[in-house]
């Protein structure tokens, strides 16, 4: 029979292919998106639910597939069964326990479902359901019958899914090696190969996370202490530079050091000395031999150097002496005078001494313009030469007898000695060769002396630059060194000394008072002690020894490079201990005698004491910046951040050692009972980790606040300020990079989590346990600064996913065993009866 030709809703519904209403359809649609992101989280679990209620012969087999298709996000039914003698539809989904619920609830609504038998269209729907209510607007819609179903109790029973000693169970089914082969796409698992249940990825995920926050919580307490160090620097620079200024080689150091003074500086000696000064500072004496090699190389550069300086007077003597000839050979030149042999011979002469100046020759900063010098000579001397020859050869024959008159000396001529060594240096051997000049007058044209003039005047300019040489204040920088030479003489014979003290060390002979005495004369410490007693006038060879010891400790302290922040107290200590003496000596002087005060000022002019003061004053300073920044409760107003505050950084501490006590208690690896109990503790503690991490990292540093390269890769290990700030950055750096490795990590294994399998294979997850073990491997806590506490907590959830590196055991279970085993799995199956309070 054919359906009338209308244009009812409903006829128009089936026309389209629908099996639901629109009301219908919009229930379901609202609550699937309601469990959408909840049914995501959730694993898909077997279970089993018994409908009870108007279900037999009421379409509810109908309306239950339909239903469970449209609302089910992950989820499926499997199969379903209608049991008349009972009443009941049983059904076995493979469906989240929210999907189920609320399917469940969904189906405990009344609803109507309308059969139609006639053909309305090709294709056309033979069944709609709609909600109860929608049965007063059906009109001129005359179904062929309708039926009513709804559900007033529905019973789960929730297939168990864990483990049963060392027997794998996935939704009540015990896994074989074959069915857990299928179950990770592989033939078969072997009981050899690695496998993970969720609960033991779960276990490895929160010591990961672990692991990670204590790292994070190291990195915030590294920038905590550069927030420190950022206040404390400059102060430290001073105490730094004044602790330099008491120094063995202090002096030393700002002459040889400083390349104001091209002649004084010396860079191989400066660096030599710096090694030398910190071993005899710490009167280190018995290491000495293990230094020879800096003391041998210490007097290499420095007699080097005073041969330098030894050549560089010559130089300048040199140059005197040419500076006549030369003014000479111009007036001569000016009058077109052209015997000026005795000239050139003086020339001559002047340029074979400057020739043997080696040292000049091979200095860094001057040899270019000692390679001009020579250049400017030759160049002169080949075209007087030249022009010379060129008119003796226009002119007139030279007799024998004027031949004869020549001195024997100029067969060997200057241009001659020139041209070869030009050859050598400048690599441009002469064109001419100067013959004998006769004593004979000759013209010299305008032109020629115009070139020869300005010749001389290249030549003086070239020796200018060297003997005119400046410092960079404008001094004389030859007058200048030698004021300095004493310094240099004086540590010559100190190193010499040295170096027979070394061997005298070798043979076994004690040597600290020679030792000492060779740099007593220097040491500003010993110089202030005596400069104490002759101030004060002991009364007592023992109060004059307890302020010896007092100075002795206090170098000891300064001295011992890189400033340490253990000294600090110690420094302190001797110094308060020193002023305490100074003003007792000055009391009791005021009581005697008027001149008291001259003692004040002597003291106050006295540069090592004053110095020490500075130290005193700069410790100070150090101490108190970080008193007052360890006093602020939080950093939170700062519009940039930098670090979190003390009190902040022991807050999350207590909350990681609370978080890892609960976490030791709820261990799964080797202990394997009560699975689901343990499973459920673990989401607890994913869920608590997770929360610690965002209000750690929520708070995020700008690009100028992160630390993400060394800010000075010349490091001077001796200066406390340069290393610490040197240790602080390569930490920050180091951890940061460790954080970004964990994280991504974690991510890794949540995303293997986020599967909501039971098993996962070995194979799948052995790259990432290679690149954790590697990880954890190679973190050096001694770069890290954390406490003996956090370090035996750090140790132990290392430990604890180092155990999973060989997977978990399990079992294959027999033909023996399945009858046991599935009577426990029956036991352990969840039961939840959900009913319609309507």
């Known amino acids: 029979m054919k359906a009338p030709d209308t244009g009812n809703y409903y006829y128009e519904l089936l026309r389209k292919k629908f099996y ?77 326990q929210t999907e189920v619920e609320e399917l469940i609830r969904f189906l405990m609504k009344r609803h109507a479902v309308l059969h139609w038998n006639k053909t309305i269209a090709k294709g056309a729907s033979d069944t709609l359901i709609i909600d109860e209510e929608e049965q007063k607007h059906l009109n001129d819609f005359k179904p062929d019958y309708n039926r009513c179903n709804y559900v007033t109790t529905a019973e789960t029973c929730e297939k168990y899914t864990g483990r049963l000693g060392d027997f794998l169970i996935d939704n009540g089914v015990p896994l074989t090696t074959e069915t857990l082969g299928s179950e990770l796409r592989f033939n078969i698992i072997e009981t050899k190969n ?4 969720s609960a033991g990825l779960k276990e490895i995920f929160l010591h990961m996370h672990f692991i990670t926050l204590v790292l994070m919580l190291d990195l915030e307490q590294h920038y905590f202490k550069l927030r420190i160090f950022n206040a404390q620097e400059d102060d430290l620079k001073a105490v730094e530079d004044s602790i330099d200024s008491l120094g063995l080689f202090t002096e030393l150091f700002e002459r040889i050091g400083d390349e104001a003074n091209p002649l004084l500086f010396n860079n191989d000696l400066f660096i030599d000395l710096i090694r030398l000064e910190h071993i005899i500072e710490k009167d280190n004496w018995k290491s000495l031999p293990a230094y020879d090699s800096y003391v041998y190389s210490a007097l290499k550069s420095l007699d080097n150097h005073l041969k330098f300086l030894e050549e560089f007077g010559l130089f300048l003597t040199y140059a005197n002496c040419i500076e006549k000839p030369l003014e000479q050979l111009n007036k001569k030149l000016l009058t077109h005078n052209s015997n000026f042999q005795k000239e050139l011979d003086e020339l001559d002469k002047n340029y074979h001494e400057l020739r043997k100046l080696k040292s000049i020759s091979s200095h860094s900063l001057l040899k270019n313009n000692y390679q001009e010098v020579l250049s400017s000579f030759t160049d002169l001397l080949e075209h007087v030469d030249g022009f010379l020859n060129k ?76 003997s005119g040489l400046k410092t960079a204040s404008g001094e004389n920088a030859y007058e200048e060194t030698k004021k300095n030479v004493p310094f240099l003489t004086n540590l010559s014979a100190a190193l010499d000394q040295l170096k027979k003290l070394i061997k005298d060390i070798e043979r076994g002979i004690d040597i600290q008072d020679q030792f000492r005495n060779i740099f007593d004369r220097k040491n500003k410490f010993v110089t202030l002690s005596n400069e104490l007693s002759r101030l004060f006038k002991f009364k007592t060879k023992k109060e004059e020894k307890n302020i010896q010891d007092t100075l002795d400790n206090l170098q000891k302290l300064l001295h011992d490079r ?36 001259s003692f004040t000022q002597e003291l106050n002019q006295n540069e090592t004491f004053r110095n020490i003061i500075k130290i005193k004053t700069g410790i100070q300073n150090i101490l108190e910046k970080e008193k007052q920044i360890r006093k602020i409760k939080t950093f939170k107003d700062e519009a940039d951040f930098l670090s979190l ?103 890794t294994i949540k995303s293997f989590l986020d599967q909501h399998s039971f098993v996962h294979s070995g194979v799948s997850t052995s790259v990432l346990f290679d690149q954790i073990t590697y990880l954890l491997s190679n973190t050096d806590l001694r770069a890290l600064d954390l406490t003996k506490l956090t370090e035996d907590m750090y140790y132990e959830s290392v430990s604890t996913i180092f155990q999973y590196q060989v997977g978990e055991k399990f079992a294959q279970p027999g033909k023996a065993d399945m009858n046991n085993l599935m009577k426990e799995i029956e036991k352990r199956a969840v039961i939840k009866t959900y009913k319609n309070k309507k």
Do not use: C, W
């Open 20 to 96: 639901t209403s629109e009301a219908v359809r919009s229930q379901i649609a609202a609550t699937k998106k309601k469990i959408e992101d909840i049914v995501i989280k959730e694993p898909v679990k077997l279970v089993t639910v018994t409908f009870s209620g108007k279900v037999v012969k009421t379409s509810f087999e109908k309306t239950l597939k339909i239903v469970s298709k449209h609302l089910f996000v992950k989820g499926k039914i499997a199969s379903y069964n209608t049991i008349k003698e009972r009443g009941v539809v049983e059904a076995n989904f493979a469906a989240t």
């Open 194 to 197: 690695k496998v993970y249940t």
């Open 391 to 466: 008119d003796t050869g226009n002119g007139d024959s030279v007799t024998a007898q004027e031949e004869s008159s020549v001195p024997e000396k100029t067969s060997r001529s200057f241009v001659t000695t020139i041209r070869s060594y030009a050859k050598s240096i400048l690599s441009s051997p002469p064109d001419s060769s100067r013959k004998p000049v006769p004593p004979k007058k000759q013209v010299i044209k305008t032109k020629q002396v115009e070139e020869v003039h300005n010749l001389v005047s290249k030549v003086k300019e070239s020796l200018r630059k060297i």
């Open 562 to 597: 890189p400033l340490k922040e253990d000294n600090y107290s110690k420094i302190l200590d001797n110094i308060n201990t020193l002023e305490g003496v100074i003003k007792r000596k000055r009391s009791t002087s005021q009581k005697k005698s008027e001149s008291a005060p």
């Open 645 to 747: 505050s003390e009190s902040e950084l022991d807050n999350y501490l207590e909350e990681l050692v609370s978080f890892h006590k609960e976490l030791k208690l709820t261990r799964y690896f080797g202990k394997i009972s009560n699975f689901k109990e343990t499973e459920s503790k673990f989401d607890h503690l994913i869920e608590k980790v997770n929360d610690i991490e965002h209000r750690i990292s929520s708070r995020k540093r700008s690009k100028k606040n992160t630390v993400l390269k060394v800010s000075d890769s010349h490091v001077d290990f001796l200066k406390s300020s340069m290393v610490t700030r040197k240790n602080l950055e390569d930490t920050i750096i180091l951890v940061q990079r460790q954080i970004a490795q964990a994280l991504d990590f974690i991510q």
